[in-house]
């Protein structure tokens, strides 16, 4: 088992304080939350020693011995935490997205690379059982070279908190799942970028919430992002909808189903993979076969750049409105 530091226990941080509680391969050596009554309350509600819970992650990386640490923080902390827990020679696990800005991310890799640390964040929506069923049938070949693919994404949660308060919440805190599961069901990255922003009049965010994406990837893709955090109705799951048009066919997943229709033949519905681990839990996997083996995760912070890089480069031709060519990063 590995010992972590958990760094931010509200809020997200309740659902890594049950993974790796639940998770057998994971223990906690101590934590860090800068709030006290955040801290009592976890404290008592998880029976935690509070002497295991610092104010900060100096201390913490001082008087406890980790194997790794994760960054539950809101993203305006992950650089700091972060590059303090690399510069200690600890491998971190970050709550997405890596950072809150480009050249915050840049600098988070820069010292991974140089300290050679590892840095992986929990893009936990890859680890889906009805995303990883996708991922089986386009891996599968079967239905042939993608043409177009459509993701439509509609919520209305009500956070509170950073969140409503953030530029574009939907574009930086939510679509970053969706940015980097295109890159993982198609394996390419985007080439040319288009599109536009909005806030519905009813919106309780103070950024723009509602969004229309428009991405050509390096394989020829031609993919329609189409979402709003602030939908007042007909929700759909938080991976989205998602339709690829294959040469050979059509597949889908609608309310976290997989259907696949050839061409001329009946739809069919595909079962569900069986997955021993999924989302958090297989994140959390992933980090301790990495520190105990020295494999390398999928979403290390040098891969899940480029999924960032989405993100802010949806911004960039938010403000140009008009299409642009992708910046590598």
Known sequence: MISVIQVGMGGMGN??????RESGEAFFAGFVEVNPA???EQAAKYELDPSTIFSNVEDALSNVRADGLIN???PIFHEAVSVAALEAGIPVLSEKPLADTMPAAQRIVHKANETGVLLMVAQNYRYSVPALTLKHVLESGELGAIAAVTVEFFRGPHFGGFREEMPYPLIIDMSIHHFDMMRYFLEQDPVTIAGRSWNPPWSWFNGDASAS?????SGGVHLSYNGSWCSQGQDTPWN????FECANGVVSLENDQVVMQMTGK???????????RTAQLYLLHEFHEAITTGSVPATTCQDNIKS???V????????ADAPIQFMKH
């Open 312 to 319: 802010f480069e949806t911004l960039r031709s938010f403000a």
């Open 240 to 243: 989205g909808n998602w339709r």
């Open 15 to 20: 659902r890594w304080l049950q993974t790796v």
């Open 266 to 276: 009946p739809l069919t519905v595909i079962d569900p993979v069986e997955a021993e």
């Open 38 to 40: 955040t801290a009592a």
């Open 72 to 74: 539950v923080t809101p």
């Open 308 to 310: 960032l890089a989405i």
């Open 213 to 217: 994406v428009n991405i050509d990837f």
